[in-house]
Nanobody, 119 residues
Framework: QVQLVESGGGLVQPGGSLRLSCAAS????????MAWYRQTPGKQRELVAA???????IYASSVEGRFTISRDPAKNTVDLQMNSLKPEDTAVYYC?????????????WGQGTQVTVSS
């Protein structure tokens, strides 16, 4: 079982920046993928950015060039640096981790952190 705890959400003005952090209860080398998703009321949860243990980072087209995802093995965290924030980035942001267990994959989610972009 892997616990994920997000932090760093809040209220920010358009054009501002926020940094989200997700702390894992295990060594993140065990986790094949760590990612950030977001969800607004009435909509499906969508992928924002993903950081595989190896390989290239993946970003949603709506955040490419503004958001950066990074894994920190020393802290067992995955961070999401969000710059040039827009009102449409307002959502609850969730951290997700994928761990291989034999031939299957277990998915773990954090509790979510609210990001509000408003003047």
């Amino acid at each position: 079982q892997v616990q994920l705890v997000e932090s760093g959400g809040g209220l920010v003005q358009p054009g501002g920046s926020l940094r989200l952090s997700c702390a894992a209860s295990t060594n993140i080398f065990r986790l094949n993928v760590m990612a950030w998703y977001r969800q607004t009321p009435g909509k499906q949860r969508e992928l924002v950015a993903a950081a595989p243990r190896t390989g290239s980072r993946i970003y949603a087209s709506s955040v490419e060039g503004r958001f950066t995802i990074s894994r920190d093995p020393a802290k067992n965290t995955v961070d999401l640096q969000m710059n040039s924030l827009k009102p449409e980035d307002t959502a609850v942001y969730y951290c997700k981790a994928e761990a291989a267990v034999g031939t299957t994959t277990d998915n773990y989610w954090g509790q979510g952190t609210q990001v509000t972009v408003s003047s």
